[in-house]
């Protein structure tokens, strides 16, 4: 059974700071692993999704890195701003319509 | 504007009661879920439906249904089966329901019980 793990549970950072959230499955049979934002009581908002047959994604101040052999995911963001405050989540496709999502990770940007 | 949208924000449910949420959407999208979200914790699955009039449990269906008549509308039922309700209602859809897809998802229903 898939199983997904967001360490650290919450992350509080100054700003500008560069940082990096980590994502962790048992199963490196995936399709493709997604990393969203959540802010309090909202829908998600999809950031970057990358596919199994690649390494990373790039979108503005976010890049994502895969390494299914390790069964690792990290996403960076650079220079931080208190704009990114918000719940980072990670969810791998393991099947057709089968997201398996972590926990999150809470983070807070310091003015 | 395309996107999804849930009704209620907020929902209060008492003993006994069935209470339905709701999904529209209008990206045109074959494909809806919904999940559910507990403080602290990542997002279940509880149904989706992959077209009309066809739907699949997800991994944690008892205690709901849904229904799939038109290709828009993904509404949610909370029976008084499901014994430990209160949690965020997510829904979501994709384009296809296939591989390798981005889900969106709506802005979440929050459901407490009386």
């Known amino acids: 059974k898939q199983e997904v793990t967001q360490i650290p549970a919450a992350l509080s950072v100054p700003e500008g700071e560069n940082l990096v959230l980590n994502c962790s499955f048992t199963d490196s049979a995936i399709y493709n692993l997604q990393w969203f934002r959540q802010d309090p009581g909202k829908g998600l908002t999809s950031l970057l999704l990358i596919q199994s047959s690649q390494r990373e994604q790039t979108s503005g101040r976010l890049n994502a890195s895969l390494d299914k052999s390790s069964g690792r995911s990290t996403l960076y963001i650079a220079a931080s701003q208190p704009g990114d405050s918000a719940t980072y989540l990670c969810a791998v496709e393991s099947g057709a319509q089968k997201l398996v999502f972590g926990q999150g990770t809470r983070l807070t940007i310091n003015p | 504007d395309g996107g999804i949208t849930q009704s209620p924000k907020y929902l209060f449910r008492k003993e006994g009661q069935n209470v339905t949420l709701s999904c529209e959407q209008n990206?045109?999208?074959?494909?809806m879920y919904w999940y559910r979200q507990d403080p602290g914790q990542g997002l279940r699955l509880i149904y989706y439906s992959q077209i009309v009039n066809d739907f699949q449990k997800g991994d944690i269906a008892e205690g709901y249904s849904v229904s799939r008549e038109k290709k828009e509308s993904f509404p949610l039922t909370v029976t008084s089966a499901q014994k430990n309700p209160t949690a965020f209602y997510l829904c979501a859809s994709s384009e296809s329901g296939r591989y390798r897809e981005t889900q969106y998802f709506g802005p979440g229903t929050r459901l407490l019980v009386l």
């Open positions: 990206l045109n999208h074959d494909a």
